[in-house]
């Protein structure tokens, strides 16, 4: 079974993370949240494809579903206030 | 006409246009029915269309869209996002916007 931490390896590997979270635990099913300074000036639907093409062919694939989360480390400090 | 030219043609036909599974009255995923939820909650008509009828275009939309997930919302020919945009747009009050700019 798909472990969250996996999809979460994935995206460190493809994409320098200031802070990355995924989790979900019923193998298909899963929610990302991801803080990163690549998101900086880029629109949501940039952000969310870049976080698509770290996963490649497992969007597909192995993952069924996948709720993503996008911030900027200064969107990200501000919620965290 | 290609599987492209259809999916232009039903993006510039249609003002709101929801690519989705299933239909309003029986969405056929979660992310689906979120996304007419939040269309549903705004004083808009939207069309959509079911990608389970028509695989053509459930696979096509994807690569149209650059974009690997259903539900896809098309404002005016402009591309909103999937299910987590539009609900982030819908809370924050954009979507609205968007669908009410001339």
């Known amino acids: ?81 | 006409m290609t599987t492209n030219a259809r999916i232009k043609k039903l993006i510039d036909d249609n003002e709101v246009l929801l690519f989705m599974k299933g239909n309003p009255t029986f969405p056929q995923c979660g992310f689906s029915s979120l996304a007419c939820q939040a269309l549903g909650a705004l004083d808009t008509s939207f069309e959509t269309i079911d990608v389970l009828q028509d695989p053509e275009i459930r696979e096509g939309i994807k690569v149209f869209s650059n974009w690997p997930t259903i539900p896809q919302l098309y404002i005016r020919g402009e591309f909103i996002g999937g299910a987590d945009i539009i609900r982030e747009l819908y809370e924050s009050g954009e979507l609205a916007k968007k669908i009410s700019k001339e």
Do not use: R
Request: proline share 1%; aromatic share 8%; charged share 20%.
């Open chain 1, 1 to 81: 079974m798909l472990q969250a931490i996996e999809i979460q390896k994935i995206i460190e590997a493809q994409l320098k993370c200031h802070f990355i979270k995924v989790s979900g635990d019923d193998g298909t099913h899963f929610d990302a949240v991801i803080v990163s300074d690549v998101f900086k000036g880029q629109t949501m639907i940039k952000q969310h494809q870049q976080v698509y093409l770290a996963l490649g062919s497992m969007m597909q694939n192995e993952i069924h579903a996948l709720s993503i989360k996008t911030y900027t480390p200064d969107e990200w400090s501000q919620i965290n206030k």
